[in-house]
């Protein structure tokens, strides 16, 4: 499902307009971003969490010219399913 989708289910789920729902999405995923831009866990009971990790820095290998390399340390954001998702 992409956004399109995710907006049409929602609009007949909610029994709103398109354009609402569209609206709602946007600013969903807007303050889940900001939260996550703070370092701030976001936890959808049941669906799933979402932090940021920090990665340290590392050596890997150039998988084209086979020499290590220095891959530096970042954030990244760690997902974990909620019990709603166990298939």
Known sequence: ???TG???AIALKAKVSKVEA???VDAAV???VEALKKGEAVQLVGIATLSVVEKKARKGINPLTKQAIEIPARKAIKFKA???LAL
Do not use: F, Q, R, Y
């Open 30 to 32: 807007d303050v889940i």
């Open 1 to 3: 499902m992409n956004k």
């Open 82 to 84: 909620g019990s709603k």
């Open 6 to 8: 995710l907006v049409e």
């Open 22 to 24: 569209a609206k709602v």
